[in-house]
């Protein structure tokens, strides 16, 4: 198995379009604007998955070529959070969040802006993005210049269902080099920690076997994430990037134990939030 | 139309398919598994280039066709009814009918045609995928309706579900038949009892009526092939101008053609005593044949008979189904 630990790297970093880490704390200062207002939400999935989806939008995505499949339409906060950070987005319109006729639904749909695909029924993004994939495969664009990428964020709660592993054994047996699955392993779900539920370790070895390129390393780690992604952007074999991450991360504030898949944000501690992301992002 | 026993051909969707793959070229041929039965054998020696192995994995396979339509390909894909339907169920909502995607989901084997269990019974195939949103769904009777169908539904921006029998298949339409989305088939007209039928089930209704008919009965029968969207003018028409109505389908009397029909005629205000001919809702189960399954489930020629007269109050003897002899090759309802 490769890891991307390593620290020599051949493949070359692109200069960035966005400062990263300003990025990744706007992503959490947006998701914290849109979660805070009703009291509870899917901020954790935007603080676990904030540095990789900074690091992908800010200095690698290229809008109108690459694809970005959302697979865990809980994770649309961050979609949505993160285009508004790099201009794909307005950011007025993250204000209809979650409320009644806005098409910036919580849980992603086919309205949802800001992603190619989302699916709010989990494990069915890895399908999505083999398929996008094998297009270009069918119309020979891989060999081209501007040949896309398709991006896919999982989340490994969903590596309990087996459509995913479906949708990796197909990936691998075509060897579809230009598909990337950025895995915010956050070891989370609804009933509680992923690894009191159901033993999915080793995550890393369990791709490796089914024939991807894995890199493994600290979601929260930018530069960590930058040698991940140019080493999956080169690879011959479809690339998994396993995040491990916190859904705490970024945001001192929050108790030690509040409950990753869905926080409770009562006034005070909203407050507590954005005065230490407002001077953070400041 | 021909008369009883039917000649029967191979793989006519097969052909129909490579045919208007050669046409199109956003046609992509996905296949679980299962090709030669669907007869996508055909697509894949002739087109390998747009032949996709999907192999035992219908949850991604059909994720993957919503992608490639949304792509603007025109992914055609194939395994058995069973297994295209309530195997995949989420992933068609999510990833095909929510969206409206134009995927062509092909679903052989349709009903109690499968002598193979309940696994591979598809009876309720046409109730899931008819109460999906967006979704059409066909049942086609012949290998005329199926040459003309595909094209068709190729041209449909939407998702459809067809349904297809597998094997041999009889050629009852002549070629003058055109197929429509929009229109059910009057195919004669009677003001007693009107018989609404398609797929396997229209050979046993034409042969039914030319029973009844010999007894005097003036029965219409309509091929109703498109199932959803519903031609619902044709239905209150046709059951308007007969006293009682029969529905007969190789599926369930629950959420199918019946259940449609039904729907129809309760929301025209129009009181017609009905008689669904199909699975009575239950399973059915593995056996040699699936002659032996149309008796045993109540799917022959003589339950269509027996349930116009039932409908019509009629106290005598119903007349006997006249046995069709056949020889290898042909088809003859059971």
Same mark, same amino acid.
């Given at each position: 198995m490769t890891r991307s630990l390593s620290p020599t790297r051949a493949t070359a970093i692109p200069a960035? &379009?966005?400062? $990263? $880490? &300003?990025? $990744?704390?706007g992503i959490r200062l947006r998701a914290l604007r849109m979660v805070a207002p009703q009291g509870f939400g899917y901020l954790g999935q935007a603080l676990s998955a904030a540095e990789t989806l900074a690091v992908l939008c800010a200095e690698l995505f290229r809008p109108g070529v690459d694809r970005f499949v959302c697979s865990p339409g809980h994770y649309i906060v961050a979609a949505y959070a993160v285009a508004a950070e790099v201009g794909l987005l307005d950011p007025e319109e993250l204000a209809a969040y979650g409320q009644n006729g806005s098409r910036v639904e919580a849980i992603g749909t086919e309205r949802s802006p800001a992603v190619d695909l989302t699916c709010g029924s989990l494990a069915q993004g890895l399908s999505g993005g083999v398929g996008f994939a094998y297009t270009d495969r069918l119309r020979g664009r891989e060999e081209e210049a501007d040949a896309p990428h398709t991006f896919v964020l999982c989340s490994d709660g969903e590596l309990e269902e087996g459509q995913l592993w479906e949708a990796a054994l197909f990936a691998a047996h075509h060897r579809l080099g230009r598909l990337t699955v950025v895995l915010d392993a956050n070891n989370s779900q609804v009933d509680g920690p992923v690894d009191g539920i159901t033993t999915l370790e080793p995550i890393g070895e369990k791709w490796a076997a089914h024939g991807w390129h894995v890199a493994e390393l600290d979601g929260h780690d930018l530069d960590a994430l930058r040698h991940a992604y140019a080493d999956a952007l080169s690879a011959t074999r479809p690339s998994v990037i396993i995040a491990r991450t916190s859904t705490r991360h970024g945001l001192d504030c929050l108790p030690p134990d509040a409950d990753g898949h869905f926080i409770k944000l009562p006034p005070d501690l909203a407050n507590q939030a954005f005065t230490e992301l407002e001077a953070r992002y400041a | 139309? +021909?008369?009883?026993?039917? /000649?029967?051909? /191979?793989?006519?969707?097969? +052909?129909? =398919?490579?045919? =208007?793959? +050669?046409q199109r070229e956003d046609v992509v041929c996905l296949s679980g598994d299962l090709t030669r039965q669907c007869e996508v054998d055909l697509f894949r020696d002739e087109l390998p280039d747009r032949f996709v192995h999907a192999g035992m994995a219908e949850a991604n396979m059909i994720g993957m066709a919503g992608a490639m339509a949304r792509e603007g390909l025109n992914p055609f894909v194939h395994t058995f009814g069973v297994f295209a339907t309530r195997r995949p169920l989420d992933q068609i909502v999510n990833a095909v009918a929510y969206p409206n995607l134009p995927v062509r989901l092909i679903g052989f084997m349709p009903g109690i045609s499968s002598p193979g269990g309940p696994s591979h019974q598809a009876i309720e195939d046409i109730a899931l995928m008819r109460a999906l949103p967006n979704m059409t769904v066909i049942d086609v009777a012949d290998a005329a309706e199926i040459t003309q169908i595909v094209p068709l539904i190729a041209d449909h921006p939407g998702p459809v579900y067809l349904r297809l029998k597998r094997g041999e298949i009889p050629v009852i339409f002549d070629e003058d038949r055109r197929v429509s989305l929009e229109q059910a088939q009057v195919i004669s007209t009677g003001d007693e009892v009107a018989i609404f039928t398609n797929g396997m089930m229209l050979s046993a209704a034409l042969a039914a009526a030319s029973t009844l008919r010999g007894r005097g009965v003036r029965v219409a029968v309509v091929n109703v092939p498109v199932i959803k969207p519903l031609d619902v003018d044709t239905v209150v028409r046709v059951a308007r101008s007969a006293r009682a109505v029969v529905t007969a389908e190789n599926h369930s009397i629950i959420g199918g053609l019946g259940s449609a029909v039904a729907e129809t005629l309760a929301e025209a205000g129009l009181g017609r005593t009905l008689r669904r001919v199909g699975l009575r809702d239950t399973f059915a189960e593995g056996a040699l044949s699936g002659p032996y399954l149309f008796e045993r489930y109540g799917l022959t020629t003589q339950h269509i008979i027996d349930a116009a007269w039932n409908a019509l109050d009629r106290t005598d003897e119903p007349p006997a189904a006249a046995a069709t002899p056949v020889e290898a090759g042909e088809y003859a309802p059971v």
């Open positions: 960035p &379009r966005h400062d $990263a $880490a &300003r990025v $990744a704390t | 139309m +021909r008369e009883p026993p039917y /000649q029967t051909v /191979q793989k006519p969707y097969g +052909r129909a =398919l490579v045919e =208007l793959a +050669r």
